[in-house]
């Protein structure tokens, strides 16, 4: 069957992002920040869906990490909240709140890979999805 492209979902509970996979993608899951290194040093993908409150190491370490790793791949943090320490989106391209809900996610992470492969498509896709992008350095410490 083919698919839409190949995720990293590093979560919790990485049942609760099924909604991808319904929606065309591959899911390579991992419930821990190590797990997920390690997965994404043996797979090959498209993107990343990394949970930000993941225990003993947070998102915001594992996102550092990817991105030294692998600067090219976009990055997704999804979150209970926007309000989040600083520094904590430096290595995401986008956040979603838990409470925007899946159908969100899965507009973002369709984004997120066109934008990548079809910079035509950008333009027009950022017209129907409204992102959330990190939060500028002179916001910070400010409600959105």
């Known amino acids: 069957m083919a698919h839409d492209g190949t995720l990293l979902c590093i979560h919790r509970d990485p049942a609760q992002l099924r909604l991808l996979q319904e929606n065309g993608y591959e899911l390579v899951t991992a419930s821990n920040g190590s797990e997920g290194l390690r997965l994404l040093m043996t797979r090959p993908v498209d993107a990343i869906v990394i949970e930000?409150?993941?225990g003993l190491l947070d998102g915001a370490v594992v996102a550092t990490e990817i991105k030294k790793a692998k600067p090219q791949i976009p990055i997704v943090m999804l979150a209970d909240?926007?309000?989040l320490?600083?520094?904590?989106?430096k290595s995401v391209d986008t956040l979603v709140t838990k409470a925007a809900g899946s159908h969100f996610l899965c507009s973002t992470v369709h984004f997120l890979?066109?934008?990548k492969t079809n910079p035509r498509e950008q333009a027009k896709l950022r017209a129907q999805?409204?992102?959330r992008h990190r939060r500028p350095e002179h916001a910070a410490g400010h409600r959105w």
């Open 52 to 54: 930000y409150d993941l």
């Open 81 to 83: 909240h926007m309000e």
């Open 85 to 89: 320490p600083d520094g904590a989106l």
């Open 113 to 115: 890979l066109n934008a």
């Open 129 to 131: 999805v409204p992102i």
